[in-house]
């Protein structure tokens, strides 16, 4: 069980150091406020990672992805709030009397909810790789130690990922966050472009 548990928890580590929309909006969050106040957006995420874990484990997420029309909605569906999202982001401007505590916490969760579970790329990565590599595991408590592995990992880095966005601005706020905005911006729009090549082609080719 041992042997699982690092197993998971190191192929988490790879899956989750890319940094895509769920991690530059975490990222950028932690930024703006206090970590108490980007708590939200931190719990969400740790969440969703741990839904789309434990679905991929139990193999139900693996019958789903395969459903044509539900994967075309996904894509669909992701794409729109993806380039919304960056949209929002990209005119994102520094002021320090209107920091994450104005953002209100059931938009923090809606954003958070909607970079984790609606971005086809995550959500095939943790179904297709971590649900592939637990199958290898025959014992029901075994694959759960494996799960338990990967979760842990979601939760340390989004933690860790706010706390580290809090500290890049805290000696250069000016600069930073307009930056880590329009990075975030412009990763959200690659992958919303990125999915729709790959739907067209899907359904053109």
Known sequence: MLLAFWHGFVL????????????????????????????????????????????????????????????????????????GMGLHSWRDTVDDNHEASDIPWTTQVRHSLSVSLLNPHAVMDTVVILGGQASLYGEEKVRWAFSIGAILVSWFWFIGLALFGRVLVSHNRQSIRPLLSKISALLMWFIAVQTLWQLAREWLL
């Open 12 to 83: 988490a580590v790879a899956l989750i150091l890319p940094i895509g929309p769920q991690n530059s909006f975490v990222l950028n969050q932690g930024a703006r406020s206090s970590f108490s106040r980007v708590l939200p957006t931190i719990i969400t995420a740790a969440l969703s990672d741990t839904l789309l874990i434990i679905l991929a484990v139990v193999g139900i997420a693996n019958l789903v992805v395969h459903l044509r029309l539900f994967r075309v909605f996904l894509a669909l569906t992701g794409t729109i709030f993806l380039f």
